[in-house]
């Protein structure tokens, strides 16, 4: 009843109130399809009633549904219509007693937008709330779909998901052709258990903020209840709003969630995308492909996937088909006080990286005692005030981790990739360990300016493995490559300049606590510089072997290779068409032992 005259014939379903509650939490399902029945089995009618077999849904049809409120307890509500749905009233399915909320599912294939609440239309969509009050236990979700019209929701008090003691909820908005427009909105898990985030996911041709500071997507776990999942796919995106924040970070005592996303359209907004874990949880996941998206001057990327105070690292994984310009930090650290390893950040980008006076940091540094992580970059040509790598060992413990790089050109004032341990074996910058020894590689001109390149891979045990090939000139004002050790044998160093090295200082450490390891320095052309010093020297065992080789050596202060032992000189080998050098000085001696060469 109530049904206003004016629906008449336009609506070929038209219903009043359906209320299905008073039985068992998640019974009284509700089902309205514009579509033609089918039988998959026969049916019998026995007494006005089925006694066996069912009904199915055939093919939809275009045509349009009225209805008032549709109320389930924790059953699914599903309504499949193929023109517009006009609902006036709620559509709702909360959990009762302890019981979890259902689902609601609307699906509709207008070409108007489908609108919920404050933003009704009058034309498709729902006038009242969906899913309003609070679960039991977990809370209730909804999936909307308007493939062409789009999605309209203005409060998200319009679309509720409260959990009394549970899980958070499931929302999907999709609109493969349409708009989804929304504000802030969020599925937490609520309760004294250990509960979940839920999730959110949107996938839609464009997306439109309505809320005017910051569009906030976030699916936080409870207690020691892991981040939910944030997914958002679009296309281009509109509205004020200067800062983006998807999260799902976990409780108290949590590990992260997962952000994952596809982006395809430049924005000069800030980006921010979190996985956190809290107290012994793990980061969690963060898995972002930019497709045709590219950040703009003054804008900043934040991708965090921190571990909480004694969690391991999260997994970072960034993809981007056209470049990248502004501020960018990855961080996949662990949690500062205990035990657990650096994650893995990793940034792979087709066209360039522009943060001409910022920075772009990937870091997967271990806890307090942990292992450094991985780290992995690959981009066209990048400028930056400063690039730093960071896969380091915790102060108390750990081994250091692993960077890998694949870069045209560089123009940084500072360029730091870190692998060390200060109480463990340091980590590696490339690889110098068969099967596959694989450099960390700059194919063009690696720049400094007036800055400095540190490549430091040093052990508080063994020091680490260092290769690095640049395929043209390096300029700057200083190169470290340091992979000594603090009590056992220091670690490997490679270096191979296809053009010239012209940074001011040049030192090379292999040295170790007991034996030192090789030192290889190569250069295609001249080497021009105040200073180079190779130092692979074994303080209480064996030198290493050093050599050296370039077209030519300009060092007016000084060149020293030394590749002394304290029992048993090691061997320092220098190649070059001319060397010029106020001091000049290659050495292979042992203190107690025997000479090397």
């Given amino acids: 009843g109530g049904i206003p005259a004016s629906v008449g014939a336009n609506y070929a379903i038209q219903v009043g109130d359906i209320v299905t509650t ?5 019974s009284g399902s509700i089902s309205i399809a514009t579509a033609t029945p089918s039988l998959a089995t026969p049916v019998v009618i026995t007494n006005g009633a089925i006694s066996s077999g069912s009904f199915g849904t ?5 045509t349009n549904v009225f209805t008032k409120n549709l109320i389930s307890d924790g059953g699914l509500i599903s309504l499949d219509v193929g023109a517009n749905l006009l609902a006036f009233g ?4 909360v959990g009762q007693g302890a019981g979890a909320g259902g689902t609601v599912s609307i699906k509709t294939g207008s070409n108007t937008a489908l609108t919920v609440g404050s933003s009704f239309n009058n034309l498709n969509g729902v006038s009242g709330v969906i899913n309003r009050g609070i679960s039991g236990g977990a809370a209730a979700s909804a999936i909307l779909n308007s493939a062409t019209g789009g999605i309209t929701i203005s409060d998200a008090a319009d679309i509720q998901a409260f959990a009394g003691a549970g899980a958070g909820g499931s929302l999907t908005l999709l609109s493969s052709g349409g708009t989804v427009s929304i504000p802030s909105l969020s599925r937490d898990a609520v309760g004294a258990g250990n509960f979940k985030g839920g999730s959110i996911l949107i996938d839609s041709l464009s997306l439109v903020s309505t809320d005017p500071a910051s569009l906030r997507l976030v699916a936080t776990g409870v207690n020691g209840g892991a981040g939910g ?11 004020a709003t200067p800062t983006l924040l998807f999260s799902a970070s976990g409780g108290a005592n949590g590990s992260g969630g997962r952000v994952d996303s596809k982006l395809l359209f430049n924005s000069s907004l800030d980006l921010n995308l979190h996985a956190n874990g809290l107290g012994s949880g793990k980061g969690g996941d963060i898995v972002v492909d930019f497709g045709g998206f590219a950040t703009q001057a003054g804008s900043q990327l934040i991708a965090s996937a921190i571990g909480g105070n004694t969690g391991g690292g999260g997994t970072i994984l960034i993809s981007n088909a056209s470049g990248i310009s502004g501020a960018l930090l990855a961080n996949a650290d662990a949690g500062s006080a205990g035990a657990g390893a650096g994650g893995s950040a990793t940034l792979a980008v087709d066209g360039d990286i522009q943060a001409a006076g910022t920075s772009l940091r990937l870091s997967a540094v271990g806890g307090d005692a942990g292992s450094g992580g991985s780290v992995g970059l690959r981009a066209n040509d990048i400028t930056a005030q400063s690039v730093l790598l960071q896969a380091s060992a915790g102060a108390n413990g750990g081994n250091g981790g692993s960077i890998d790089y694949f870069i045209r050109s560089v123009d940084s004032s500072t360029f730091n990739a870190i692998a060390s341990a200060p109480n463990g074996n340091g980590g590696r910058i490339g690889s110098l360990s068969a099967p596959l020894p694989v450099p960390a590689i700059i194919t063009g001109n ?6 400095v390149a540190n490549f430091i891979a040093t052990g508080g045990l063994k020091g680490g493995q260092v290769n690095l090939q640049f395929g043209n000139d390096v300029t700057g004002t200083a190169l470290f490559v340091d992979t000594q050790s603090g009590s056992g044998n220091g670690g490997g160093a490679t270096v191979a300049v296809g053009g010239q090295l012209s940074t001011s200082n040049v030192s090379v450490n292999t040295n170790g606590a007991n034996d030192a390891g090789a030192l290889n320095l190569t250069i295609t052309g001249a080497r021009t510089g105040s200073s180079t010093v190779l130092s692979a020297n074994g303080v209480a065992g064996k030198g290493g072997a050093v050599t050296y080789s370039s077209a030519s050596v300009s060092s007016p202060i000084e060149f020293r290779a030394s590749a ?3 029992n048993s000189g090691g061997t320092a080998s220098v190649t070059t068409g001319a060397l010029r050098a106020d001091l000049t000085s290659l050495t292979a001696n042992s203190s107690a032992g025997t000479g090397g060469s």
């Fill in 564 to 566: 002394d032992g304290g």
């Fill in 22 to 26: 008073g039985g068992s939490n998640g």
């Fill in 58 to 62: 055939g093919t939809i049809q275009a």
């Fill in 229 to 239: 999942t944030v997914s958002v796919r679009t296309s281009s995106y509109a509205g």
């Fill in 90 to 93: 709620d559509i709702s399915s």
């Fill in 446 to 451: 690696f720049t400094q300016g007036f800055g």
